[in-house]
């Protein structure tokens, strides 16, 4: 018997339980999946009830909810469709990385497998999408980049924007006013007393310049710390800031 391909509301809750995930190791609860959906506690747990009976996902009465294998498998397929598409739109139509995120949403649920192969293979095969998230290749696996969130950086570190969330498309643009981007190097500098912003130094086409970050922007920058064992002579990020 032909089984029917999951709904779009399962393929929506599956992808949300793995990105809440995807950057670190706190489970999601029902509560927290009601917010990030939108949608009311009630409508979570009867959703939650169909996954569960469906091998998707683990859960236990006021426990977190985690993925099954399958769950997993199906959560990367989308979450390959959805940056896929967002770095498709970036790339080949000109959108603003603050304008992608819905309308993949939509798109994602509406194209076929082979059409995903085709902008993958169209786009030579990306491995991150214009945030920095990782792209999971056709088979599943997964290349994720090593990096903490700045505001956890301390004074004198320096490193490279790896990934920027796209969770408020409102951050996203102004970050794009101020010109921080990924790639870029950046070191921190020391914070503000009294609880103050976060100060620190970003390079740019310009050369370098400070800059005091508030905890929410800082939070939403990864970086990936530089290493002394990993570095070039004169590749330094931070020795590009001087």
Known sequence: MKTSPPSSSIEDYVKVIYTFTEWQ????????????????NS?????????????????????????????????LSMVRRHRLIETFLVQELGYRW?????????????????????????????????????????????????????????AGQGGRITRISDEDPYLLRYLATERIELDAAVAVLGRKPFGGPL???IAGPDGSRELDLADGVADALWVHPESADEEEPGSSPAASLR
């Not at 920095?132 to 956890?152: F, H, K, N, Q, T």
């Open 199 to 201: 100060t620190v130094r």
């Open 98 to 154: 603050d304008e992608v995120h819905d309308e993949a949403e939509t798109l994602e649920h509406a194209v076929s497998d082979t059409f995903i192969d085709r902008m993958a293979a169209k786009l030579g095969h990306p491995v991150r999408d214009p945030h920095g998230d990782p792209i999971p290749a056709a088979d599943g696996s997964v290349l994720m980049p090593p990096a903490v969130r700045m505001s956890e950086l301390p």
């Open 25 to 40: 190791d706190k489970p999601i609860t029902s509560t927290q999946l009601a917010q990030r959906l939108g949608v009311a």
């Open 43 to 75: 409508s979570v747990s009867e959703m939650v009830r169909k996954l569960k009976e469906q091998g998707l996902v683990d859960h236990k009465p006021y426990g977190a909810v985690t993925l099954t294998a399958d769950g997993e498998r199906l959560a």
